[in-house]
């Protein structure tokens, strides 16, 4: 993969784990990574939930290859935060991982 194409930094964060100084579960998000990455937006889509139109954006990432990104995951892109809805390897030529995400609303 090519360097040039790769021209965002992002953010990737993983939901925090483990437990205050009480017991309590932590609530928020620690970084796993900061990497370069291309960013791809879909077409808007316009979906009817509950009688009532709701505008959706997906976006598809690409990253170098990582094998500790997994579904429920978050990227910041700048101030916007996708959530992670799948991730795809590339499995031929083993060089890239695709995000596929969603804007967090």
């Known amino acids: 993969m090519k360097a040039g194409q790769l021209n965002t930094l992002v953010t990737i964060q993983a939901?925090?784990?483990?437990?205050?100084?009480?017991?309590?579960?932590?609530?928020?998000?620690?970084?796993?990574?900061?990497?370069?990455?291309?960013?791809?937006?879909?077409?808007?889509?316009?979906?009817?939930?509950?009688?009532?139109?709701?505008?959706?954006v997906k976006a598809s990432i690409r990253i170098r290859r990582r094998g500790d990104v997994t579904n429920g995951m978050r990227v910041l892109v700048g101030s916007t935060s996708y959530e992670v809805e799948s991730v795809i390897q590339d499995e031929v030529k083993r060089e890239y991982t695709d995000l596929v995400c969603q804007v967090v609303r």
């Open 15 to 56: 939901p925090a784990t483990g437990q205050d100084a009480i017991g309590q579960p932590l609530a928020g998000w620690s970084t796993l990574a900061q990497v370069w990455a291309n960013v791809r937006h879909g077409n808007g889509i316009e979906l009817v939930r509950a009688g009532a139109p709701v505008s959706v």
